[in-house]
């Protein structure tokens, strides 16, 4: 199971592309509300989560989980005790962690990003701290997948499939969205 984890100001695009395309790859994920049930977007989008995050019953059995950038989204899932244990269960069991655009910057300041390639939002790259800073859309260095922004959230979405499931399968997906065709 994958779980996107959202809190209020969180970017749309980054936590649901993702979640459409591991679904279209056959992918189990749950979208999580770390507060609340209906989170609001930082473009004022209501989603309502799948579920709770003290609805998640074994954090051992979580196979990844997706932290959505978004301002002051990153910085709600930063302050959240929960989602600060459930990164550190599945980094030490080497579980996909994942952030995008601002989000990398709470696994630089949990210090798991020291000597990995990773990417962020500009700006943001002083947080990665110990990180090998790449400016490019999406970087999985081991267990760890970040991505640059909402402009790169369907390649961090295929990014995640290929972690889960294979290239074949992501390469499939992305080709049955005609993803990058002109």
């Given at each position: 199971m994958i779980y996107v984890f959202l809190a209020k100001g969180f970017e749309e695009l980054e936590a649901l592309a993702p979640v459409d395309i591991l679904r279209r790859g056959g992918v189990e994920v749950k979208t999580v509300g770390v507060y609340e049930k209906t989170v609001l977007g930082s473009h004022n989008i209501p989603v309502t989560c799948d579920i709770l995050i003290d609805e998640i019953e074994n954090i051992d059995s979580i196979d990844g989980i997706v932290l959505p950038g978004g301002m002051p989204g990153t910085i709600n899932l930063e302050q959240s005790e929960k989602v600060q244990k459930i990164i550190d269960v599945c980094n030490q069991k080497g579980k996909i962690v994942s952030a995008i655009c601002a989000a990398p910057s709470i696994l630089g300041h949990k210090g798991i990003l020291k000597g990995k390639k990773a990417t962020c939002y500009t700006g943001f790259e002083k947080d990665l701290i110990g990180a090998d800073v790449c400016n490019c859309p999406v970087v999985r260095d081991g267990n760890i997948i970040t991505g640059f922004g909402a402009g790169g959230a369907f390649?961090?979405?295929?990014?995640?499939?290929?972690?889960?499931?294979?290239?074949?399968?992501?390469?499939?997906?992305?080709?049955?969205?005609?993803?990058?065709?002109?």
């Open positions: 390649q961090f979405g295929f990014k995640l499939l290929e972690a889960v499931k294979g290239a074949d399968k992501s390469e499939e997906i992305r080709k049955s969205m005609r993803f990058g065709e002109r």
